[in-house]
Nanobody, 121 residues
Framework: QVQLVESGGGLVQPGGSLRLSCGAS????????MGWYRQAPGKERELVAA???????NYAASAKGRFTISRDNGKNTVYLQMNSLKPEDTAVYYC???????????????WGQGTQVTVAS
């Protein structure tokens, strides 16, 4: 069983920065893509940024130029550096990973428990 554990959320003023971390633990064969999603109250969960095992990343339009996703494959950890935060970035942020769970290559999506990010003065 592989689990994702997030950390780094909190309260920050507009214009501030936060760094989210998400580590995978358990019986890991391989992790393919990893990413960050967020869900604000009354809204659907949306992709913020994703990164593959080779380090290629893609971002939502709202995150480009302000957020940076990175990963440490050796630690099975993904990070999200968030700068110039705005009140509209307030949401629960969820870590996501596509993990290979069998030696035949079968894979599935797993999610972290979520971490609250609040941007307010």
């Amino acid at each position: 069983q592989v689990q994702l554990v997030e950390s780094g959320g909190g309260l920050v003023q507009p214009g501030g920065s936060l760094r989210l971390s998400c580590g995978a633990s358990g019986s890991i064969i391989r992790i393919n893509n990893m990413g960050w999603y967020r869900q604000a109250p009354g809204k659907e969960r949306e992709l913020v940024a994703a990164i593959n095992s080779g380090g290629s990343a893609n971002y939502a339009a709202s995150a480009k130029g302000r957020f940076t996703i990175s990963r440490d494959n050796g630690k099975n950890t993904v990070y999200l550096q968030m700068n110039s935060l705005k009140p509209e970035d307030t949401a629960v942020y969820y870590c996501n990973a596509n993990q290979v769970w069998s030696w035949s290559g079968a894979a599935s999506e797993i999610w972290g428990q979520g971490t609250q990010v609040t941007v307010a003065s």
